[in-house]
Nanobody
Framework: QVQVVESGGGLVQPGGSLRLSCTVS????????MGWYRQAPGKERELVAR???????SYGHNMKERFGVSRDNNRNTAYLQVNSLKPEDTAVYYC?????????WGPGTQVTVSS
């Protein structure tokens, strides 16, 4: 069973930065399209950024300016860099590993932006 685990969330002041990590078990990491999503209280889950197995990057609506996505296939890990955090970025951030019918989600990591 493939496991997806996010880490790196926490409480951060407005204007701060975080780097979230997503580690995927198994030997197939390099082919997965890795997606970062977030869900704020009372809102639908939304795409933040996605990086394909080939390194192609795409962003959700209005996400490109302050978010950066990368991956390290040697470490089975994808990263989400978040800069200039705002209170409205407060959400649970989820990682998704997708390849064909294989679709795996992590439990999420909480990011809270507050002074």
């Amino acid at each position: 069973q493939v496991q997806v685990v996010e880490s790196g969330g926490g409480l951060v002041q407005p204007g701060g930065s975080l780097r979230l990590s997503c580690t995927v078990s198994g030997s197939m990491f390099s082919v997965y399209n890795m997606g970062w999503y977030r869900q704020a209280p009372g809102k639908e889950r939304e795409l933040v950024a996605r990086i394909t197995g080939g390194g192609g990057i795409s962003y959700g609506h209005n996400m490109k300016e302050r978010f950066g996505v990368s991956r390290d296939n040697n470490r089975n890990t994808a990263y989400l860099q978040v800069n200039s955090l705002k209170p409205e970025d407060t959400a649970v951030y989820y990682c998704n590993a997708l390849f064909g019918v294989d679709d795996y989600w992590g439990p999420g990591t909480q990011v809270t932006v507050s002074s």
